[in-house]
C-alpha cells in the first residue's frame, strides 16, 4: 500500500477510535513508558506537540515535569529541519502551518544533551519501523542522534510487519511500547 493512503488509513482508524477504548489504551501506555529503562533513566526528555488525532502527550509532558525532567519540544524550520526547545512558562507557543503547537523563541538544546525522545508517528512494528507523517523530521533528527528512542502505539498503529516501503534513510525507534 502506499504511504499516503496507509496514513489516511491509519487517521481515518485512529478517528473512530471511541474515547473508552483510546483512553483505556492510552493509560496503559503511559503507564509502561513511566516504568521503562529509557524514561527512567532520563533527565532530558523531548516531546511533541501533539494533535487531536495522535496520542495525547500532555499526560508525557505533566509527568516528565513532576518528575523534574526537563522537557523539550519540537521547532521547525525551512529544509525539513528541526530543533528541540526547552518548554518553560517563558516560551510562547503558536501552531504552526501542520497545525502543530511550536515554540517561537527560546534557544534549541544540543542533541548531545538529549536523554530520550518520544518519536510519534502513525504506524509502528515491534522492530522499531516506524511510519511518519511524511514531513521527514524526525528521520533527518534523529540520524545522527544517540541518545534513546521510545514511540507509543495504540492498536490502530501497529503492524507486525511494515506495510509501507521502508527506506534507507528511514531511522528505527529503539522501543515501541505497544498495548498488551
Known amino acids: 500500500m502506499k504511504k499516503k493512503a496507509l496514513r489516511e488509513q491509519i487517521i481515518a482508524n485512529l478517528t473512530a477510535l471511541s474515547p473508552d477504548v483510546r483512553h483505556f489504551q492510552a493509560d496503559e501506555l503511559y503507564q509502561d513508558l513511566f516504568a521503562s529503562h529509557a524514561w527512567n533513566t532520563s533527565h532530558t526528555v523531548a516531546v511533541t506537540m501533539s494533535t487531536e488525532t495522535e496520542l ?11 518528575a523534574d525532567k526537563r522537557v523539550l519540544v519540537p521547532r521547525t524550520f525551512p529544509g525539513r529541519q528541526m530543533e528541540f526547545v526547552p ?17 517561537v523563541n527560546g534557544n534549541a538544546t544540543v542533541k548531545s ?14 522492530a522499531g519501523d516506524r511510519l511518519g507523517f511524511g514531513g521527514g523530521y524526525y528521520d533527518r533528527y534523529l540520524a545522527d542522534y544517540s541518545g534513546q528512542t521510545v514511540s507509543l502505539a495504540l492498536d490502530a498503529q501497529l503492524f507486525d510487519t511494515p506495510q509501507w516501503s521502508v527506506k534507507e534513510h528511514d531511522i528505527r525507534v529503539q522501543q515501541v511500547i505497544t498495548v498488551h
Do not use: C, N
Open 56 to 66: 495525547d502527550t500532555q499526560p508525557i509532558i505533566e509527568a516528565a515535569q513532576q
Open 113 to 126: 544533551a538529549i536523554d530520550l525522545i518520544v518519536v510519534p508517528g502513525l504506524g509502528f512494528t515491534p
Open 87 to 103: 518548554l518553560t512558562d517563558a516560551v510562547r507557543l503558536e501552531t504552526s502551518e501542520y497545525g502543530i503547537e511550536e515554540p
